[in-house]
């Protein structure tokens, strides 16, 4: 089975134009600021990475009709039940019925700005000299897996050129599974029109950049 994420939905027909916001419009109703609060809070205490949510939110059977928030909530919603954080019949009724399960962090109202600030960082020591270099052809790895990975589908398989490397990073397919960072070398690669969407086409004079760990990439002549 292969898992579409977010990124999948590049090149796709049937979803309309990208028509922008204005600048500083964060939220579009009363909740979303809510939802984005827990599930701050609820980062912080520990209980998964940034990847394993990530991973629950783009392989929710209904992403492609869910809002921006309602897809956090909904992944929300599913990290903590299967971690008994959270229970069905809390869901329905909107009220705690259950005692709190117990979390390693907690993150106060007074420590949040601080949080925030210093982030996340998710860069690691190198494990092994970097097997491609800037300039270098490249092509991405084409095939299912059976679990959620960052490479978007529309570039599998593809030809492009890496123009960027960024230095060994958290491995986000393993870390999302429990499997650990396993740290990679990480790459922008830069595609052509014509190769991601077909000669046919219309020709837009642009290009598309692809951040991509080591393991997606094979290297051609």
Known sequence: MSYATKADLGGQPGFGKVVPEAEGELFHADWEPRVLALVLAMGATGSWNIDASRSV?????????????????????QLMLQRGQLFPDEIASGEVSHAAAPVARVLRAADVQSVLAKGSPAERPAPAPARFALGQKVRMHLGKVDHHTRLPAYVQGKRGTIVHVHGAHVFADTNAQGLGEQPQWLYTVEFDEAELWGDDAPRQNLSVSVDAWESYLEAVA
Do not use: K, V
């Open 57 to 77: 939110r783009e392989t929710l059977p209904d992403y492609g009709e869910l809002s921006y928030y309602q897809i956090w909530l909904r992944a929300l919603e």
